[in-house]
């Protein structure tokens, strides 16, 4: 699993014209899939997320993770992540999971992710045309895979 983490002020998903998830201040998390990824991945990435200090204290010093901040977690599919672009300059997408793999990864990485912030987190819409608006605070964006732990 590979996701991309933006520290916002804002953020939403909007499908067919009406917002279906909306966060103010937290994160916003683009995941994408493979078909080696399993519950350890979404175990270590959940984990990972909600634990990431990545939130100003009072000294200005971002030592504080998600849940101390209050914030809340918007969590987007985006199989684009797992591009390869190696040859020519169309991407190719094969290395990420088909949807029969990655529906399930990611319902189970939805349910992880509010267990591990003890609350209710706003997703997107798989497999839908999403338009996607946020406000990156800081600017703050981190990637991380869990196939090499970084």
């Given at each position: ?78 199989f684009t992540l797992h591009a390869s672009t190696k040859k020519g300059n169309r991407p190719s997408y094969i290395a990420a999971a088909k949807p029969d ?50």
């Amino acid at each position: 699993m590979r996701v991309v983490i933006q520290r916002v002020l804002e953020a939403s998903v909007t499908v067919d014209g009406s917002i279906i998830g909306q966060i103010q201040k937290g994160l916003m998390v683009l995941v994408g899939i493979v078909n080696e990824d399993g519950n350890s991945d979404i175990s270590w990435l959940s984990n990972k997320i909600v634990n990431m200090r990545i939130f100003e204290d009072e000294q200005g010093i971002m030592n504080k993770n998600v849940q101390e901040i209050g914030g809340d977690i918007l969590l987007v599919s985006q199989f684009t992540l797992h591009a390869s672009t190696k040859k020519g300059n169309r991407p190719s997408y094969i290395a990420a999971a088909k949807p029969d793999i990655s529906i399930p990864l990611y319902e189970a990485m939805i349910k992880q992710l509010e267990t591990d912030l003890g609350n209710a987190i706003q997703t997107g819409k798989f497999g839908a045309d999403m338009k996607v608006a946020l406000i990156n605070d800081g600017p703050v964006t981190i990637t991380i895979d869990s196939k090499n732990k970084e």
